[in-house]
């Protein structure tokens, strides 16, 4: 949809805004506070909670906190098990800190710290190795395709090093690389197809920018788990120590893959020793949670509007890192659990049913929400709107998603938002995002709710509470309460 489009859809229910429609209860609002949303954002990011990875017991933990807030709320259990709703995922859990030590080829043996030289890939294999290093490009085999980073190198019992990303060019059949082959688990597959025993992946500097630190990732691909097979990311540095030529030299090798389009792998005159365990299960419990305000409108209340946020974030690897996730996201399931009390204490029921779901799972694919799209509390026809709240606490504006597929919802937000404190933005996009993606692609109207430059500490041991803006917090939320009420009260839409 164009931009006048959305202007002029803007002007429309900036009109009926003022004349027709309900307006959110002061009580609801009185409930949403910088305050009470930063306290609950300190209880989800307690070292106690582990990081919330999903079905550990710090998020199971933090899942039946938020059960009992919707309990003291009045909320009605929207799960099969109370308020929780369950489901098997795969899982991998850290049970010591992992360690990496690099010897260079001038014999300098380096240990590298966890956190800021190297962390495991959330789905590493365990294992205890030590063995020469190859270098082999971007990690890819596709012979078929013109392109092989392993042609004429031997890397049987070696620990392969490879960049992160895909080429940003396309292959000699000029059709785009597959995304699953940017996977770590995807690369780990090829790597022991070739006889190498673990894999280091790292990222290099773009221009102008230094090359980002290694980050805390659960998000692991398709294909069978290598269960012996040890990923680790490390940082330029570590990687440029293994290379052996110094500052850039990985860089320059990226920049001459990209220039001729043809690999230029090598064995390397440089070891590593890598010590990894984790305890993994192709099928371990997790759960949504999920608490519901039944709606007062005889013809309304069997329609939904619902409200949701990831609970789970990346976890924590041994007592070496943790990962707190304070907005990403405890902020979105703080801002869920609020928006929940502000509708209980709004002093009237809306008259469509509002569902307040905490999703588990999204941090390794958007499980929880593509679960609770098959197995949806209302059905998914009767769905008026789904409002996702993610990373919403970090940053200096507002941003609202979906405008390009659900414009009159968008447009609504942003002419409540221009009728008070004037802090969203302009830009937008369609098919929702993150938990928004599955019920978007199902069919169900959704906004996503974000704050701009909201990334700075993403997957990082850094993304703590004290990084937050409070007042941009509280902010946000409120508009969502604002545009939340309008849809729940059924008023043109």
Same mark, same amino acid.
């Given at each position: 949809?164009?931009? &006048?489009? &959305? !202007?002029?859809?803007?002007? &429309?229910?900036?009109?009926?805004? =003022? #004349? !027709?429609?309900?307006? #959110?209860?002061?009580?609801g609002l009185a409930v949403i506070t910088a305050d009470r949303l930063l306290a609950d954002v300190g209880h989800l990011t307690d070292p106690a909670l582990d990081g919330r990875l999903a079905g550990s017991p710090g998020y199971l933990a933090a899942a039946r906190w938020a059960a009992d807030r919707f309990a003291t709320l009045g909320l009605s259990p929207g799960g099969e098990d109370g308020y929780l709703q369950w489901f098997d995922i795969e899982y991998?859990? *850290?049970?010591?800190s992992p360690t990496l030590a690099v010897t260079g080829a001038d014999g300098v043996t380096t240990a590298c710290a966890?956190?800021? /030289? *190297?962390? #495991?890939?959330?789905?590493?294999?365990?294992?205890d190795l030590a063995s020469s290093v190859a270098f082999v490009g971007y990690g890819?085999?596709?012979? /078929?395709?013109?392109?092989?980073?392993?042609?004429?190198?031997?890397?049987?019992?070696? &620990?392969?090093?490879?960049?992160?990303?895909?080429?940003?060019? #396309?292959?000699?059949? =000029?059709?785009?690389?597959?995304?699953?082959?940017?996977?770590?688990?995807?690369k780990s597959l090829v790597a022991q197809a070739h006889g190498a025993i673990g894999l280091l992946w790292f990222e290099t500097a773009a221009t102008g920018k230094p090359a980002r630190a290694p980050i805390g990732s659960v998000l692991h691909g398709p294909g069978k788990m290598p269960v012996n097979f040890p990923q680790l990311e490390i940082s330029e540095g570590v990687a440029e120590k293994l290379l052996g030529?110094?500052?850039?030299? !990985? !860089?320059?090798l990226r920049e001459?893959?990209?220039?001729?389009?043809?690999?230029?792998?090598?064995?390397?005159? =440089?070891?590593?020793?890598?010590s990894v365990y984790a305890d993994y299960s192709a099928k371990h419990p997790t759960c949504n949670v999920v608490g519901v305000l039944r709606g007062s409108d005889p013809k309304l209340a069997g329609e939904a509007l619902v409200i949701g946020g990831h609970l789970d974030h990346v976890g924590r690897q041994g007592e070496g890192l943790y990962f707190p996730g304070a907005n990403d996201n405890a902020s979105g399931a703080s801002a869920v659990l609020r928006l929940a009390e502000a509708f209980a204490r709004a002093g009237a029921r809306p008259a469509r049913t509002v569902v307040f779901v905490l999703f588990s799972s999204e941090e390794s694919g958007l499980e929880g929400a593509k679960w609770h799209v098959a197995h949806p509390f209302l059905p998914l026809k009767d769905t008026a709107a789904m409002f996702n709240l993610d990373c919403v606490a970090c940053g200096d504006s507002i941003q609202v998603g979906s405008g390009k597929t659900s414009p009159e919802l968008w447009a609504r937000a942003r002419a409540l938002d221009e009728a008070g404190d004037n802090f969203m933005v302009t830009r937008t996009w369609g098919d929702g995002g993150a938990d928004a993606a599955p019920f978007s692609q199902a069919g169900v109207k959704t906004l996503y709710w974000v704050t701009t430059n909201s990334y700075p500490h993403l997957h990082a041991p850094g993304d703590l509470p004290e990084t937050l803006n409070g007042p941009l917090y509280e902010k946000l939320v409120r508009l969502c309460f604002r545009t939340a009420w309008e849809v729940a009260m059924g008023d043109g839409s």
């Open positions: 949809m164009s931009t &006048i489009r &959305i !202007a002029r859809l803007v002007i &429309i229910v900036l009109v009926a805004a =003022s #004349a !027709a429609f309900a307006q #959110a209860p002061d009580a991998n859990a *850290f049970v010591a966890l956190g800021p /030289d *190297f962390t #495991a890939r959330g789905f590493s294999g365990s294992g890819l085999s596709q012979p /078929d395709r013109g392109y092989d980073d392993y042609a004429g190198l031997d890397v049987t019992g070696k &620990i392969v090093l490879c960049f992160k990303p895909n080429p940003s060019w #396309a292959p000699s059949d =000029s059709t785009a690389w597959a995304a699953d082959s940017q996977t770590p688990r995807q030529a110094g500052a850039g030299e !990985a !860089a320059r001459l893959i990209d220039k001729d389009k043809k690999p230029h792998s090598k064995a390397l005159e =440089s070891t590593a020793k890598v």
